[in-house]
């Protein structure tokens, strides 16, 4: 069974300063990963993900995510952090086949609180 | 258009009451799914269409009926719920359900209480 590990449930960072959110998982086969946030009182909005060659996958408003497979894992960063990036993040994985391909198993969630 | 849309917003049900949710996105998307999601949460998948049949059910009780009219639109119905089934309704859609790099698309939700 695949499944993923967000192993902070809050991350702290002042304004301007680099942003990393961790992510692990286990999957069998190939992993396709996904990183996803979700802003108070909305649903979850795609970032980036990671399918297969570069092992650094650049997303949406400045994020950017490393695949690492020895480590299994698959961190989001972003180098300087904006009081609007608070929200929720998910990160996600689906195996690259199979039954149960398709579905999609998210982390816990880390909540981003960027300070002024 | 990359938008999927979702209604009602809120929604409050007595126990006894029949409701529905609906969601509708135009981005040609064959994959369609209803997550659930508590506070604080990750969204816990319900249900999943695709091409306009019902491909995964996780086990989800019968009092929550999906329907996929079309390609287009999909319904949630709602009938004699518990105060633990409150949480925000998420839907969902990709390009496909067998090409499982596709990424999701998700509604706002609809907040749901029941009383």
Known sequence: AQSVAQPEDQVNVAEGNPLTVKCTYSVSGNPYLFWYVQYPNRGLQFLLKYITGDNLVKGSYGFEAEFNKSQTSFHLKKPSALVSDSALYFCAVRPSGGAAGNKLTFGGGTRVLVKP | ?115
């Open chain 2, 1 to 115: 258009d990359t938008e999927v849309t979702q209604t009602p917003k809120h929604l409050v049900m007595g126990m006894t009451n029949k409701k529905s949710l609906k969601c509708e996105q135009h981005m040609g998307h064959r994959a369609m799914y209803w997550y659930k999601q508590k506070a604080k949460k990750p969204p816990e998948l319900m249900f999943v269409y695709s091409y306009e049949k019902l491909s995964i059910n996780e086990s989800v009780p019968s009092r929550f009926s999906p329907e996929c009219p079309n390609s287009s639109l999909l319904n949630l119905h709602l009938h004699a719920l518990q105060p633990e089934d409150s949480a925000l309704y998420l839907c969902a859609s990709s390009q496909d359900k067998t090409s499982t790099y596709y990424e999701q698309y998700f509604g706002p939700g609809t907040r749901l209480t029941v009383t």
